[in-house]
Nanobody, 117 residues
Framework: QVRLMESGGGLVQAGGSLTLSCEASGTIASPNAMSWYRQVPGKERELVAS???????NYADSVKGRFTISRDSGWNTIYLQMNSLQPEDTAVYYC???????????WGQGTQVTVSF
């Protein structure tokens, strides 16, 4: 079982920055991927960025060059540095932990990010 604790959401003006964090605890199997997704009401949850335990990272086109995903040296905490935020980035952001050799996946509770004009 894996538990995820997210933090760092809030309200920011357009052009501002926020950093989200997600700490995983419990049985952390490797290899794994930790990701950030986001969702707005009425739309499907979409992938924002992923960081794999082997070091690979990928990003949605909409956030490339503005968002940076990173993992701490213990590989159980991920961060999402979000710069140049725009109102369309407003969403609930969710952390996902997924062991790559198992079918399990674990979601955080979500953290609200609101970007005002």
């Amino acid at each position: 079982q894996v538990r995820l604790m997210e933090s760092g959401g809030g309200l920011v003006q357009a052009g501002g920055s926020l950093t989200l964090s997600c700490e995983a605890s419990g049985t952390i199997a490797s290899p794994n991927a930790m990701s950030w997704y986001r969702q707005v009401p009425g739309k499907e949850r979409e992938l924002v960025a992923s960081a794999f335990s082997g070091g690979v990272k990928n990003y949605a086109d909409s956030v490339k060059g503005r968002f940076t995903i990173s993992r701490d040296s213990g590989w159980n905490t991920i961060y999402l540095q979000m710069n140049s935020l725009q109102p369309e980035d407003t969403a609930v952001y969710y952390c996902l932990f997924r062991p790559l050799q198992l079918s399990d996946e674990y979601w955080g509770q979500g953290t609200q990010v609101t970007v005002s004009f």
